[in-house]
């Protein structure tokens, strides 16, 4: 049986020759040394998971996504329709994606944090319960943070592929057949995959900061600048008014006051948020969020600029791009 989702397989089938492993580490080490994995340096998952939680654009792109999938059209069907197959087998496999387990009592409950944690992570994780014949009887959520993939596992499936680290101590070795391990982004030159939102660490940290920049003027109760009280106004009248003004109306002094010009006026040092085109700034930010995670500025908000012959259009490409191979990714590492 196969659980499909969104859209059947493809019937193609590929010819594969079986030959020797020319690149097993094994192979390639000198003999009597060390396989040592290569260091690399990688942004920690709790400062993914802050960029996720901090950034309004990217929270609604994984909200997004997360409801698409948990929202899809899955059944569970036989590989070959022409073969013969049990529907009582198929009854507890459709069971088993109905009812996950005892916490996460429906699929949206299991798929919803799997999707977040392959958007954020790029590793969606659960974890099979099996039965003394290797069948799952549960799927259980996993942290993927807390997952390990081991660098030179040789593809035995006796052998332990993961390692389960929670609250950064190892608990436990995992073979691959009790792991749904989901990674949209795998590289050759490392053994994990690589988070959509590390491509966005630039933007994430300009979106966050241009935020903060936004909410301390919005709390300040005076702009920058410089009030000027009249020519007739002498120093000991200036500084006076710095006390009043300190004591009564803000008691933190971000705006100048002098005296001595012909007429009182005011003399802004500062730029508004309009001036500093801070939507034209939000909205680049923002296209450039939804360029990476696939979907399209208006599943995210912006409609000024969609009418309704490009409405369509865009959609369906948000579909293809990223929809689609997020559900048959998915669909693929099920199955497998």
């Known amino acids: ?33 060390p396989i040592l994995p290569r260091p690399l340096v990688r942004i920690q998952p709790q400062q993914l998971r802050r960029w996720a939680d901090g950034s309004e654009w990217v929270r609604a792109a994984i909200n997004h ?32 994606f109905l009812h996950p387990n005892n916490r996460q009592k429906t699929f949206r409950a299991l798929v919803e944090p799997m999707v977040e944690d392959l958007l ?47 609250n950064g101590s190892f608990m436990a070795n995992l073979l691959d057949s009790q792991i749904i391990y989901l990674m949209g982004n795998p590289r050759s030159h490392t053994v994990q995959g690589f988070s959509l939102l590390e491509a966005l660490k630039n933007t994430i940290d300009a979106d966050l ?8 003027n919005v709390r300040q109760t005076n702009p920058h600048g410089i009030l000027n009280l009249g020519e007739n106004i002498g120093a000991t009248q200036v500084d006076s008014f710095k006390v009043y003004w300190d004591a009564e109306v803000t008691g933190r002094r971000i705006t100048a006051i002098m005296g001595g010009a012909k007429n009182p006026q005011w003399i802004g040092m500062g730029q508004s948020a309009r001036e500093m085109q801070y939507m034209q700034w939000q909205v680049y930010l923002l296209r450039k969020i939804a360029a990476v995670f696939g979907v399209a500025p208006q599943d995210l908000g912006i409609t000024f600029d969609v009418n309704r012959a490009n409405a369509q259009v865009q959609q369906e490409l948000s579909e293809d791009r990223g929809l689609r191979p997020l559900l048959r990714l998915i669909e693929e590492n099920v199955n497998g």
């Open 1 to 33: 049986m196969e659980i499909q989702i969104g859209a059947r397989r493809s019937g193609q089938s590929i010819a594969i020759t079986e030959k020797a492993q020319v690149t097993d580490p094994s192979r390639i080490t000198p003999s009597g040394l």
């Open 65 to 96: 996504r997360r409801v698409q999938v948990s929202q899809a059209r899955w059944s569970v069907v036989p590989i070959d329709p022409e073969a013969p197959f049990s529907p009582e087998q198929q009854a507890v496999i459709s069971l088993l």
């Open 120 to 166: 954020v992570l790029d590793a969606g994780v659960a974890e099979k319960e099996q039965n003394l014949k290797g069948l799952p009887t549960a799927l259980h959520l996993v942290d993927g943070a807390a997952i390990r993939i081991k660098p030179f596992w040789n593809g035995e499936p006796t052998e332990p592929r993961y390692e389960w680290w929670p």
């Open 209 to 216: 900061e241009a935020a903060a920049f936004n909410a301390r």
